[in-house]
């Protein structure tokens, strides 16, 4: 949670049902709401609870994030009213279903020493990328077979599913332009690697993902870095016939490896944890 640097309008007064409505919301533990919650609290109609929403964002109360979701201002925002919440609550309102990915995730896990500025969010729904308090919010929509492996983490005392650290992995593998490419796959591996990360788990999701290109990359790292893969060979005959790149981020360079049925298109010399 922290201040933004935006810039509001002193806060007007409340009416006496403009406080308790607000009071009850932000007792039930919500800091983001939608019009549909305004409506219920209140039973009024869907048109009344758009205008109570709009007049309570004009008097510096709610924040606007996106349309038909608002941000409660806490009283502890002062009379300017400038105020955000964590990133990862506001994402987990921007699609519905969704868990954290991708490059977010391998920060989240301490997986990699960047700390990226977009949240990346996965859904098997349809939403839209947006930016919100200069935060970029990227978000991938994925099929129904590839949404899993994901669990509730407590963000500021709320639930918000984030990709648990093998299915950060394979899914970095599988789309590695959401995580800054190869590079940082590479990183996440070692890191993963000393942290005890399961990798049957990992062979498992490979196998339930079914991208042929993701499982190359991974038992390719994997070898590259000494890691002991379980189910290699099957991960190995599960290989699909064509090249494909190493790191699809790249130009299409490089050497063919036909033990991999890879494109390396990056030097190998430079993959992996880089000095401090």
């Not at 209140?42 to 038909?68: H, M, Q, Y």
């Not at 098997?124 to 929509?141: D, F, K, L, N």
């Not at 299915?167 to 000393?194: F, N, R, S, W």
Request: proline share 5%; with cysteine; aromatic share 8%.
């Amino acid at each position: 949670m922290g201040t933004t640097e935006r810039a509001q309008n002193v806060r007007q007064g409340l009416s006496s049902r403009e406080s308790r409505l607000l009071s009850q919301l932000a007792g039930e533990g919500n800091q983001i709401i939608s019009v549909s919650d305004i409506e219920h609290s209140l039973g009024v109609a869907p048109n009344a609870a758009r205008e109570i929403a709009s007049r309570l964002t004009e008097k510096g109360w709610l924040d606007r994030l996106f349309p038909g979701r608002y941000l409660i201002i806490p009283l502890a925002a002062g009379e300017e009213a400038v105020y955000t919440t964590h990133e990862y609550l506001i994402a987990s309102h921007i699609a519905e279903p969704m868990y954290i990915g991708y490059y977010s995730a391998l920060s989240h896990h301490g997986l990699i020493k960047q700390v990226p500025r977009t949240v990346y969010i996965v859904t098997p729904s349809r939403a839209r990328s947006r930016e919100i308090h200069g935060v970029p919010y990227r978000v991938a929509t994925v099929t129904e077979g590839k949404f899993f492996g994901y669990e509730p983490v407590s963000i500021e005392g709320t639930a918000v599913n984030i990709a648990d650290v093998e299915k950060t992995l394979v899914d970095c593998a599988d789309h590695p332009e959401y995580c800054g490419g190869i590079q940082e796959l590479a990183t996440a591996m070692v890191a993963a690697d000393e942290l005890r990360c399961s990798w049957p788990t990992v062979a498992t999701y490979l196998q339930r993902l079914g991208n042929g290109a993701a499982t190359k990359r991974i038992v390719y790292l994997g070898d590259l870095f000494g890691i002991d893969l379980p189910e290699r060979e099957r991960l190995i005959a599960s290989f699909t016939s064509g090249y494909s790149l190493l790191d699809p981020t790249l130009t299409e360079g490089g050497r063919y490896d036909s033990e991999y049925r890879l494109r390396v298109n990056v030097d190998t010399d430079t993959l992996g944890p880089t000095e401090s």
